[in-house]
């Protein structure tokens, strides 16, 4: 065989050898992923309903200990978790050894320390089920029922960011108030037969307290992160100015994504997915009231954005606020494992699910059926605003491979 051709052999097989790789090889890896990310969402679906069971199986450990040993720089709880019914009814019965004013913030909470040393968030019941809040979609007082919902929507969704969170009925009279510091105690008070309390907090006002049904309250209770993982406070990139008249520079600039790709942490690493991420978790619940974001110190951006604070949602189920999603549609980028999420979530399996998920928790029902319809609406939207990105900008472009390893040990 002469040189020329030998040459040419040469290069023919070089090309078949690339394609091979690009279009074979690679196309193996991405069908590889898209199936786990499949028998993960199975998965899911399984272990969906959570009962809430008094006893932890084969461990001597408490609820506190194993729910502290979940949380990892990418994760608050792991996918498998059989321990979730028993630590969630631990949230719910154990007892209330001491009561305090909530961390500063702008919304009435109550600090709680439960039996065995371990910290809630209480928010208390504002608003009956069906009640709709008006206005600017950040406006009315927190939804306790908000909280909880939002928590197992992070679960079907796969981000595991959320601190736990169940519902509770705790009795104001015989609970609380023995336990209860002087600062915390000395905002009770009673309207007509009902205890109330107004707590310290920026919109706290005496003319406006939360009130039981007799000495009964509704609430929801979130798990206080462990001490070890201190959180460090973010300026949302997407966030309002809350100031009637002035825009920020997201609501007028189409292309502000350029800019915050050019700002640390976005500039590299998996923070800016997990704002898209954060964009899309908050649209199907309503949340437009993301001005900050935590993540866990001295990260270096490596850390998730937990999902904090939720309970500014579900608040109007008729209203769809877009700019909820500008990260998605100024940046159109997502992760392809929530895209692939997202897809085996539509055809009304978000509704069931989320309702299914939701049907052992205490004070369930927790959304009326109107929100929940809403959340599957949403799902639409999110869709069809990723296949605007995809026509314009192709596949490959806009779904981003990024699935980083998670260590439980």
């Known amino acids: 065989m002469k040189l020329k051709q030998r040459v040419v052999l040469l290069a023919i097989l070089l090309v078949i050898f690339i394609f091979t790789k690009v279009f074979l090889i690679d196309n193996l890896d991405t069908s590889a992923a898209n199936r786990e990310d499949q028998r993960a969402f199975h998965r899911m679906m399984a272990g969906l309903q959570v009962e809430l069971v008094p006893k932890l199986d084969h461990t001597l450990q408490s609820p506190w200990e194993i729910a502290a040993q979940w949380v990892v720089p990418r994760e608050v709880y792991p996918e498998e978790t059989p321990e979730l019914g028993a630590i969630m009814h631990a949230m719910a019965t154990k007892k209330i050894i001491k009561a305090d004013v909530g ?241 085996y979530l539509k055809n009304g399996v978000l509704k069931s699910a989320l309702k299914s998920a939701l049907a052992h928790d205490p004070i369930s029902p927790v959304l009326s059926e109107p929100h929940l319809d809403a959340v599957d609406q949403r799902l639409q939207s999110v869709l069809a605003t990723v296949k605007q990105c995809t026509d314009q900008f192709g596949m490959d472009t806009v779904l981003v491979e990024d699935r980083m390893p998670l260590s439980h040990l």
Request: glycine share 8%; charged share 25%.
């Open 103 to 343: 961390y500063k913030g702008t919304q009435l909470k109550a600090l709680l320390i439960l039996e065995g040393g371990q910290k809630v968030v209480f928010k208390p019941k504002r608003y009956n089920r069906d009640y709709v809040v008006e206005g600017e979609p950040y406006a009315g007082y927190d939804r306790h029922n908000a909280e909880v919902a939002a928590f197992h929507l992070d679960r079907i969704l796969g981000f595991r960011r959320a601190p736990l969170v169940v519902g509770r009925f705790v009795n104001l009279r015989t609970e609380i108030k023995p336990v209860a510091t002087e600062q915390l105690l000395s905002t009770f008070l009673t309207v007509g037969n009902n205890t109330c309390f107004y707590g310290k907090c920026y919109y706290c006002r005496e003319t406006e307290p939360a009130c039981a049904d007799g000495d009964t309250m509704e609430g929801s209770v979130t798990l206080w992160l462990p001490d070890v993982w201190p959180l460090q406070k973010h300026r949302h990139p997407w966030g309002r100015t809350y100031r009637e008249g002035k825009l920020a520079r997201w609501e007028y600039d189409e292309s502000y994504c350029d800019a915050v790709k050019k700002t640390s942490p976005y500039d590299s690493g998996p923070r800016l997915l997990d704002i898209i991420d954060t964009a899309v978790f908050d649209y199907l619940i309503g949340n437009a009231d993301r001005h900050h974001y935590e993540s866990f110190q001295d990260d270096e951006g490596a850390s998730m954005l937990i999902l904090l604070d939720n309970a500014k949602s579900f608040g109007n189920p008729s209203l769809d606020e877009r700019s909820i999603l500008a990260p998605l549609y100024q940046c159109c980028i997502i992760r392809v494992s929530t895209w692939n999420r997202l897809n």
